[in-house]
């Protein structure tokens, strides 16, 4: 009411003065005060909206990465519009039989973001690395080879779908969340800190390195996972292997050796002091998280480390019930983590 008042009052001593330019100026002064003070924290976030590209193994196998995601979005007031149209980006194996083959699904799955006029988002860290280099590399064909970029599109009209334009961005939920929502603004939305949590990120490798650009951190020393555990009040806790492979791209033909890389990350977290991992991939979830058991017999040792999803973790922050997150679906028991957080300090 304070605040109303003084710009009321300044608004009326303008107007009787005529002096719409000391008005102005003044407001422009008020609004950068106030946000050095922190005021603007209590005024509403602006709307965000993107086109919701949930992939394949959030819709199957880790139905609770699709059920947390959606959960999350309603909680920060973002708008999801699903494209429920959208393909599987083939998780890197269509290129392996044709580079024109993984760049026509994936143009095609872009194409739909861009009918909508917005950004594809993913919470899978194996599609923002494969539709996101699908995406550069097709911006540059816009330039360099264009006639390659042509018989991408002539592909997709003859099956009636609409062009590539390279008009949108394919963006991770959680750059979305740092970049876009802000961890200020997420912080300012918090009601049950994960205090005393100590969180281990696995950020994986198709996260990072797949693309030859990508924002917010550092391809071989992220922070952007880290700096998210503080801002919902949990401790970060760094160890070797967190932005290395899962293990999961061997698994079809290497399994021992892809249980081996799997469990060298847990136990390097588990040394380290970690209550759970928090991964943005759900392959990298399928790896450490339902083949953990297979992984215990591989490396002969037991292991019981917690694998959350991100959104899991931030909406927990949030308040949310973690029923209502799917954490009774993991199969390594999360009741440590929950028991944790629901116990009075």
Not at 208 to 226: K, T, V, W, Y
Request: some cysteine; glycine content about 8%.
């Amino acid at each position: 009411m304070e605040v109303v008042a003084f710009v009321s009052d300044l608004e009326r001593n303008s107007k009787k003065n005529g002096d719409w330019a000391n008005f102005i100026g003044m407001m422009e002064r008020f609004l950068l005060i106030r946000s050095a003070v922190g005021l603007v924290g209590s005024m509403p976030h602006p709307a965000l909206k993107y086109a919701y590209y949930p992939g394949c193994v959030a819709q199957g196998a880790c139905r609770e990465l699709h059920q947390s995601t959606q959960i999350l979005a309603q909680a920060l007031g973002i708008e999801l519009i699903e494209l429920k149209k959208a393909s599987c980006c083939g998780s890197g194996t269509f290129k392996e039989d044709s580079q024109l083959l993984e760049d026509t699904v994936n143009a095609r799955n872009i194409a739909l973001a861009e009918q909508l006029q917005l950004p594809l988002l993913t919470h899978c860290s194996t599609c923002q690395g494969v539709i996101g280099h699908v995406d550069e590399r097709l911006k540059q064909a816009q330039q360099n080879n264009p006639a390659y970029l042509t018989q991408v599109n002539e592909l997709l009209c003859q099956e009636g779908c609409a062009p590539y334009q390279g008009s949108t961005e394919v963006k991770h939920l959680l750059w979305a969340i740092v970049g876009d929502y802000g961890l200020a603004d997420l912080q300012a939305k918090v009601t049950r800190r994960l205090s005393g949590l100590k969180c281990a990120a696995f950020y994986g490798c198709y996260l990072l390195r797949a693309q030859d650009h990508i924002p917010f951190d550092d391809p071989f020393n992220p922070q952007s996972m880290e700096n998210v555990f503080q801002a919902v009040g949990a401790t970060p806790i760094y160890y070797r292997g967190r932005a290395q492979c899962c293990g999961w791209p061997l698994s079809s033909y290497a399994t021992d050796q892809a249980f081996q890389m799997a469990g060298m990350h847990i136990q390097a977290a588990i040394a380290a002091g970690a209550d759970c991992i928090v991964t943005p991939c759900p392959l990298c979830h399928l790896n450490l998280d339902s083949r953990q058991p297979e992984v215990e017999k591989a490396i002969g040792q037991k292991l019981g480390l917690p694998i959350l999803h991100l959104p899991q973790l931030i909406a927990l922050a949030l308040g949310i019930d973690p029923a209502a997150l799917g954490l009774q679906r993991h199969i390594v028991s999360t009741r440590s983590v929950v028991d944790k957080l629901m116990t009075p300090a």
